[in-house]
């Protein structure tokens, strides 16, 4: 059985994986790109994001962990607000064009990626191997469509919150790597909430500072020393 | 003027500064003492609490950051849930007893400590020079009372959750010293809570790794680089 797995997700120093009042003008929420500097500045995400490469001002404990991510993935599950802003019915946005995600022509997946949403919408063929797939019947439906997808591959989850909460509280999750950011956002998304006492069954296997946050991984089986 | 300090605040992955039902015998609530092994283990700690003095299992960073909580401290306040379980009027315990403090006849305090309560009481002269004042009067009077008894040294917050809270909300914290364990409590007392919008005006200063926890220090004027 592929695994369930979430990587490089940031978390401010309160809590939270994206800051209050997500819109078009900020895709995080506001102060939420403050969580992601340490990301951005690895080459692994530059190029992932067809970014002009710089190769220093990283740290390499980032770099692993942002190419650690990527590894053995064959499909990705998002909630609809990581897909973007738009909520209600799949309409054009106000500039005229549909929603395509935040990622231009081609995003960063290169494998089939489900959406949950209550909305009903054809699947969208991008650049570079992706496909956006919409899911309007629930989480588990979707991790199926997705395992299938990856055809033996694991399966990542995007985010956010509310999306990984609803994997956590189902106890699919396998695997999960949280980036603590030195910063304090005061409100937005929190990642451990809504989860009926905790995220059950993980335990924490590794924590592994880097100069500009602390890495944690979270498993289902105890490997702290 | 002297400064406002809260330190060796042990706080879990998901936000908890103490597990849930705090009671006489689980006083950091269920799991609570989970986030203070690190501290348990410095014999900074073990001396202050008159405990059998370990040379090794600490980490050095972990021993100074227990030194620096007690430096330049006159006076502490703390709610009543960090000074005991006993809730309502101050009656004797099921015992038979006067509740005087987790903390023996020789609390590791040596200087008048200032406990928030809505139930009068007279002051407890300790041994070594510790002396518990009931202040039925609000935070801001216990506030005052302390930095009077300190004498130029600083004041230091004790705990728990809903004390800090209080101070930070009324924005009277100069600096903040978290130690974030790897651990999950799943429910508790969360720090970052009833904030209206966090802990305005203090900024990250200062993240040190030990081997066992990320210490955190925030302060009031910003110092990351």
Same mark, same amino acid.
């Given at each position: 059985?592929p695994?369930?797995?979430?990587h490089?997700l940031?978390v401010?120093?309160?809590?939270?994986?994206?800051?209050?009042?997500?819109?078009?003008?900020?895709?995080?929420?506001v102060?939420g790109e403050r969580?992601?500097?340490w !990301?951005?500045?690895t080459?692994?995400?530059?190029?992932m994001?067809?970014?002009?490469? +710089?190769a220093d001002g990283h740290?390499e404990?980032?770099?692993?962990?942002? *190419?650690?991510?990527?590894?053995?993935?064959?499909?990705t599950?998002m909630?609809?607000?990581?897909?973007?802003?738009?909520?209600?019915?799949?309409?054009?946005?106000?500039?005229?064009?549909?929603?395509t995600g935040?990622?231009?022509d081609e995003? #960063?997946?290169h494998h089939?990626v489900?959406?949950? +949403?209550h909305?009903?919408?054809?699947?969208?063929?991008?650049?570079?191997?992706? @496909?956006?797939?919409?899911? @309007?019947?629930?989480?588990e439906a979707?991790? !199926?469509?997705?395992?299938?997808? !990856?055809?033996g591959l694991? *399966?990542?989850?995007?985010?956010g919150?509310?999306t *990984?909460?609803?994997?956590l509280?189902?106890?699919?999750?396998?695997?999960?790597?949280?980036a603590?950011a030195?910063?304090?956002?005061g409100?937005?998304e929190r990642?451990?909430?809504?989860?009926?006492?905790?995220p !059950?069954g993980?335990d924490v296997?590794?924590? *592994?500072?880097?100069? @500009?946050?602390?890495h944690?991984r979270? +498993?289902?089986t #105890?490997?702290?020393p």
């Open positions: 059985m695994a369930l797995r979430a490089n940031a401010s120093l309160d809590g939270y994986l994206a800051g209050p009042r997500q819109s078009l003008d900020t895709p995080l929420g102060g969580l992601h500097g !990301a951005f500045a080459p692994s995400f530059q190029r994001h067809g970014l002009p490469v +710089t740290d404990v980032d770099e692993r962990f942002i *190419v650690r991510g990527d590894e053995g993935i064959g499909a599950v909630g609809r607000n990581m897909f973007g802003p738009v909520r209600g019915p799949w309409e054009a946005t106000p500039e005229g064009r549909a929603w935040w990622w231009g995003p #960063p997946y089939p489900f959406v949950l +949403t909305h009903p919408r054809e699947p969208i063929t991008m650049k570079g191997g992706t @496909t956006f797939h919409f899911v @309007t019947d629930g989480p979707a991790l !199926a469509q997705a395992v299938e997808a !990856a055809a694991d *399966v990542r989850i995007g985010g919150a509310d *990984v909460q609803q994997y509280r189902a106890g699919l999750v396998d695997e999960l790597h949280l603590i030195p910063v304090l956002l409100g937005g990642l451990f909430d809504h989860l009926d006492g905790g !059950a993980l296997a590794e924590v *592994v500072p880097s100069s @500009t946050v602390t944690v979270l +498993t289902r #105890p490997a702290w």
